[in-house]
């Protein structure tokens, strides 16, 4: 990948602020949505989730997990160019007294500082999803795999 659609994978996932997050439950695909914040390390992507929702509890049962980060349909330009990378990982849930919980932590309040009280919240958890691979669409006719440790990697230049 050249560094030009690397900048362009970089600027996605910095401007977007949620992304689809897929999971499994029971051998079947479960998708909803979550608030994202990168790693300030470049290991991946952190959620903070409540545990009662379903796609903590299929996180807890089976790492396996996709997320999907697409560009805005704002204009009249047709869905198949919007700019969209598929990431699929696993999901570890980060403890409380883990030694990268405070930094991971402080990673997502910089961006969602709005979720500050959630942390109180005992039922809400930290969850760092690294990538192992990573399929960027640029527009239609423009796909390129990656490993989740390249991608990773462009994000902390771009």
Same mark, same amino acid.
């Given at each position: ?10 600027? &996605? ?11 499994l439950r029971?051998?079947a ?7 994202y ?14 545990e009662?929702?379903?796609?903590t509890?299929?996180? /807890? ?9 697409a ?8 869905? /198949?160019?919007l700019?969209?990378v598929?990431?699929?990982g696993?999901?570890?849930?980060i403890?409380?007294?883990?030694p990268?919980?405070a930094? /991971? ?11 500050e009280?959630?942390f109180?919240?005992?039922d ?5 999803i690294?990538?192992?691979s990573a399929r960027?669409v640029?527009?239609?006719g ?11 990697? &462009?994000?902390q230049q771009g």
């Amino acid at each position: 990948m050249d560094a030009e659609l690397g900048a362009q994978l970089a600027r &996605l996932v910095r401007k977007r602020r949620t992304a689809a997050l897929g999971t499994l439950r029971a051998g079947a695909p479960f998708v909803s949505m979550v608030p994202y914040a990168l790693a300030p390390d470049g290991a991946g992507f952190i959620v903070h989730v409540s545990e009662l929702s379903a796609h903590t509890k299929d996180m /807890l049962a089976d790492a396996h997990v996709g997320l999907m980060i697409a560009g805005s349909e704002d204009g009249d330009e047709s869905p /198949l160019a919007l700019a969209r990378v598929s990431v699929q990982g696993l999901a570890q849930r980060i403890a409380s007294g883990a030694p990268e919980r405070a930094g /991971l932590k402080a990673a997502y309040l910089a961006r969602f500082p709005d979720a500050e009280p959630m942390f109180g919240f005992a039922d809400f958890a930290l969850f760092l999803i690294r990538p192992e691979s990573a399929r960027f669409v640029a527009g239609f006719g423009q796909a390129h795999s990656l490993s989740g440790a390249s991608m990773m990697r &462009l994000l902390q230049q771009g």
